[in-house]
């Protein structure tokens, strides 16, 4: 405890993140409004600045608020170039990459269509290897350097995040990789909480409310399957076995249609996209598929309302027994669900409206949409340098 | 930080706390084996457990293993004397009221008869002050002192603990009283969690199997209506209301019969008691109801057997729902419902076992029964102590 690795390397690590997340927080926040912040002496705040200013992780932005009188304080910011995440994501018909810069701004990304479902595992990781590969190049010529790799995939993650242990939409079943892979419900909601943000959305002509910062929130979202996780407490809930989040086979109505997972009547047969898409009359296979329900439902068209319809109710019933469990502060929809939300949130609003103890819930529309995935995925590895700058600058 | 009230009495409460749980933990356990136990020295420990038997927590009971050799360590053990908690239960035709030490044994109970629907709080608080005067003297007797004393209500209770926001079958809302109230699901869980013990009961007639030590657990007992609370990493869940854990209104079949709460199909409809006892053909006012179903159930009566299949296959489905989401380590089927699992079990079993992601859940059945309610109100006091043994030694 006395040799030099014991509490003082703690405390300075825990300093140290304390100033680059009020840094972080801040907008062009000055080093006594740091102090101020996260209650340690200006002359220590400073000393840890430097530090941050040195590692490349921080910069001075040059005088903040130059029409006040007396010596102006340096306004500090993350810095845009240095450590930067690399998120990549494999969809059932597309992959992606992006960088993210220590701000969380997008900096460089990829999209390319691609037919991954029945592939084998090691030719879409090749493929998607060869667009990090390009968003990491476009990066550095930005002088952004990556700090780390997540992949988003559509499955269930074992523990170390090297394996998937099921993907069924991709059909995947255990496969490793030296990647490190995380299930992409569990990073739409990550991305929530890091990058926050998002709207009421009563109606598709509302005006978007703000709303608090979340904490405890059930996040949803959709591709294919219906994917949800559960943030409590600002940390993701991955529950005893990091199944938790299963929302997608809670039973909405217990006699109904066989489910894949052999059970029936399970949400993803109501609310899943293949479901609302046969409801619509939409080929599952269809590129823009997606595209084509909010179009026919912005048209009126009558199959596409009444599948979305059901989509929403079947969506509030299963969301209703959620609530009634955990009783969060809000339910964000995310995802490319997200882009449905005007036809969605009625029913799960009026489903939840009288189904919750206590009179309803908040729902709300993520900003992020069908990027928060990928967001969530390349700003991991940002969020782990933000948690203990003192590692990175170990490195 | 250097004035005294530092950083010195937090170090000083947490190893007290950490040598009266090892001391709680271990049988008869030495003062070497605590010292190995919190990670502290001997000496360090010896002087801790001195002031732990002067504030009268801990007793020594003489030579540990008389027949080994050298000096033998003292046996330590809480004391079964000094400090006790007192617990009181506001059930719909009884109140309860019963001490326990700080070993958690019962060591006082009383338990009347009462109509308490539709009575006035005020009355049924008060006769329930007289039960609690009796247990109070006859601990009092025993050496025994009240430290603290919480009332299990079946209903919402306020964060600050002296309202019951509202217990649809008392009849009450917003009742506020000096009293500490705790909602009586939350109390069963807490005693599962605290005074542990439950079995696997895969048949009336199999052998009960031990299972591990829970942290994360759903609970679910009853008593009219369904009760559930959450157990998250060793700690009860409330939610951002303290409204969580509503199971009883998780939809089940979401165009069923209408409930008290205005919804349709939630699952108090299917294995709340009153919904039990009606479709069983037993008058939900008779004394002594719960052992007719009981009974009736053992005597193989068609109708109570197709009532309790109902209702666990209702349980399972709601369960399953709650497992899905959470992924917690096991399901423990508690309180007065406990008491029907050879006949709910079967359907809960099968229901979790088609409709849960991973292939089903463990289910386990709580060896405290109906008692865990009462002894988990008792206990509370009994932990704070445990949890803090500084604050009750400056007393």
């Not at 669900?337 to 919750?356: F, I, T």
Request: with cysteine.
């Amino acid at each position: 405890m006395a040799n030099g690795t014991g509490p003082q390397p703690a405390l300075r690590r825990r300093n140290l993140s304390a100033v680059v997340h009020a840094v972080a927080a801040g907008d062009n926040i000055s080093r006594a409004a740091v102090a101020a912040e996260v209650g340690l002496t200006r002359a220590t705040v400073s000393t840890l600045v430097d530090e941050l200013i040195a590692a490349g992780l921080v910069t001075e932005l040059g005088a903040q608020r130059p029409g006040t009188v007396g010596r102006p304080g340096t306004a500090l910011a993350l810095s845009t170039r240095g450590p930067a995440g690399v998120g990549a994501e494999v969809g059932v018909d597309h992959l992606a990459a992006c960088v993210v810069d220590l701000r969380g701004t997008e900096r460089a990304r990829v999209t390319v269509e691609a037919r991954n479902r029945g592939r084998a595992a090691a030719q879409t990781l090749g493929e998607l290897a060869g667009l990090v590969q390009q968003v990491t190049e476009e990066a550095a010529a930005l002088g952004l350097h990556p700090a780390g790799l997540t992949v988003a995939v559509p499955g269930l993650v074992g523990r170390g995040r090297h394996t998937v242990l099921r993907a069924p939409n991709l059909g995947w079943t255990d496969e490793t990789t030296d990647l490190t892979v995380e299930n992409e419900a569990n990073l739409g909601a990550l991305a929530e909480l890091w990058l926050g943000g998002h709207h009421s959305h009563p109606a598709p002509t509302a005006t978007p409310t703000p709303t608090p910062h979340l904490t405890d929130f059930i996040h949803v979202s959709a591709e294919i399957g219906i994917g949800a996780a559960l943030v409590i407490n600002g940390s993701l809930f991955r529950g005893s076995r990091g199944f938790a989040g299963e929302l997608g086979h809670v039973p909405v109505y217990p006699d109904g249609p066989r489910c894949s997972c052999g059970a029936r009547g399970c949400l993803e047969q109501y609310a899943g996209e293949e479901a609302v898409l046969r409801a619509a009359g939409i080929a599952p296979e269809l590129p823009g598929r997606l595209k084509a329900l909010r179009t026919g439902a912005a048209d009126g068209e009558a199959p596409v309302l009444a599948a979305l319809e059901t989509a929403g109710r079947a969506l509030g019933i299963a969301l209703s027994g959620a609530v009634n469990l955990l009783d969060p502060q809000a339910v964000v929809l995310g995802g490319p669900l997200s882009e449905l939300a005007p036809w969605l949130l009625p029913g799960v609003r009026r489903e939840l409206g009288q189904r919750v103890t206590g009179g309803g819930a908040l729902v709300v529309e993520s900003r992020l949409g069908r990027d928060g995935v990928l967001l969530g995925a390349a700003y991991s590895a940002v969020r782990a340098i933000l948690d203990d700058p003192s590692e990175w600058i170990a490195r």
